[in-house]
């Protein structure tokens, strides 16, 4: 149990809807990194938050968001869902300051899209 | 743009004996960090063995070695005296010292053969 806990474990929806994921760090990290992991592309780095504010942004579509709240747990936000989104979702935290270098991984939240 | 590739989607091994996985980076950069990870069927990711990149030495835990190649950018991941609980997909990740960007290859099946 790596502490990072992601709800829900999965989610099925329709194309065209919109789902939040959540994810909630380990006590005392205060980076939060979302993935999004499918069977074609592998794994894919999406955003990265820090203490609230987005740190850095990867390969994150514009239907996609994130955000942090005060308590630092996360939600990614999908919308206009298309089956191509269909994925294992992965939250990670790290530990506070600008060299950390270690990724805990949560479960993840498996995505279908019909 | 980093990039890093695995170029055996498969491997496998009888159990007791050493498997090697490969792993190949692209980077301008002097400094920077190395992982392996471990996905089991339960699909958590669980950091295998990280190396920093300004370390002529290279890391172990346990049974997990890597040979890193700082010149040829290669960092490779051996596995002693395998056993079942091994089996997983095991991916490479770079992270640049200064960065917070995280970039993966696309993983390798391992087997575990009884």
């Known amino acids: 149990d790596s502490g990072v806990t992601q709800t829900p474990k999965h989610l099925i929806t329709a194309t065209g809807q919109r789902v939040t994921l959540r994810c909630s760090p380990r006590s005392g990290d205060l980076s939060v990194y979302w993935y999004q992991q499918s069977l074609d592309q592998g794994l894919q780095f999406l955003i990265q938050?820090?203490?609230?504010?987005?740190?850095a942004k990867g390969n994150i579509l514009e239907r996609f968001s994130a955000q942090q709240f005060p308590d630092l747990h996360s939600e990614l936000n999908l919308s206009s869902l298309e089956l191509g989104d269909s994925a294992l979702y992965f939250c990670?935290?790290?530990?506070?300051?600008?060299?950390?270098?270690?990724?805990?991984f949560g479960p993840g939240t498996r995505l279908t899209v019909l | 743009a980093q990039t890093v590739t695995q170029s055996q989607p498969e491997m496998s091994v009888q159990e007791a004996e050493t498997v090697t996985l490969s792993c190949t980076y692209d980077t301008s950069e002097s400094d920077y960090y190395l992982f392996w990870y471990k996905q089991p069927p339960s699909r958590q990711m669980i950091l295998v063995i990280r190396?920093?990149?300004?370390?002529?030495q290279n890391a172990t835990e346990n049974r997990f070695s890597v040979n890193f190649q700082k010149a040829a950018k290669s960092f490779s991941l051996k596995i002693s005296d395998s056993q079942l609980g091994d089996a997983a997909m095991y991916f490479c990740a770079y992270r640049s010292y200064t960065g917070n960007q995280f970039y993966f290859g696309t993983g390798t099946s391992l087997t575990v053969i009884p």
């Open positions: 990670a935290s790290g530990p506070s300051g600008s060299f950390d270098n270690e990724q805990f």
């Open positions: 190396q920093e990149a300004y370390k002529q």
């Open positions: 938050y820090y203490n609230g504010e987005e740190r």
